[in-house]
């Protein structure tokens, strides 16, 4: 799986078929992340959002993206001496010994079978985040309207064929959230509620 080939249109892409809902729903996660905490940016893409998030005033970013054409743009996007290390992979890859204030994960969970979640993606997380930190997720809500079906079906055709995604449908990612022992403790919906943001901690 990999996005190196959307990386050049992505973003004109999402602006296209969701106008500023994509950003507006992910600068709404990134004002509830407290100041001078370690942050882990997980698939932040291009670095669209980075600049808002760097003036929230992290102590420190560890900006993770699997696609190395994805991360030179939010390289482009960054001053020199700015508080961020830039690792390409995935969750995997993070030291066992890191430790965060603060996980941001915009559109990342939706793309992995709910199994993945459960059993490797979020224990590997909740392992970097600490007791009283904050897993703040930015992601497309269940699709009810039929427009929202559409909507999902059409993204999800388009991202098997150009980045091998690994779904067919969509992910209930919050119950996998819930299942892991977390607790949503504020939201906000998007676009008619096709998209949503939330903290969560521990329960």
């Known amino acids: 799986m990999t996005f190196d080939s959307v990386a050049p249109f992505y973003d004109l892409l999402a602006q296209l078929m969701f106008g500023r809902a994509l950003i507006r729903a992910q600068q709404w996660g990134i004002e509830q992340v407290r100041l001078g905490g370690r942050v882990l940016l997980l698939g932040g893409g291009t670095g669209i959002t980075l600049p808002s998030l760097l003036a929230q005033q992290p102590g420190h970013i560890l900006y993770v993206e699997a696609s190395a054409a994805m991360m030179a743009k939010a390289r482009q996007r960054t001053q020199p001496g700015a508080p961020v290390t ?108 096709q998209v949503r943001s939330g903290c969560w901690v521990r329960n």
């Open 86 to 193: 830039f690792l390409i992979g995935t969750e995997a890859g993070i030291a066992e010994q890191e430790q965060f204030d603060c996980i941001l994960l915009p559109f990342v969970l939706d793309i992995y079978p709910a199994e993945t979640l459960q059993v490797q993606m979020l224990p590997k997380l909740l392992s970097h985040l600490k007791p009283n930190g904050q897993l703040i997720v930015t992601d497309f809500a269940r699709p009810n309207a039929c427009w929202q079906r559409a909507y999902m079906w059409l993204m999800l055709r388009f991202f098997t064929f150009t980045a091998g995604i690994p779904v067919q449908k969509w992910t209930n990612w919050p119950d996998a959230l819930l299942t892991a022992g977390l607790v949503e403790t504020r939201k906000q919906v998007f676009r008619g509620g």
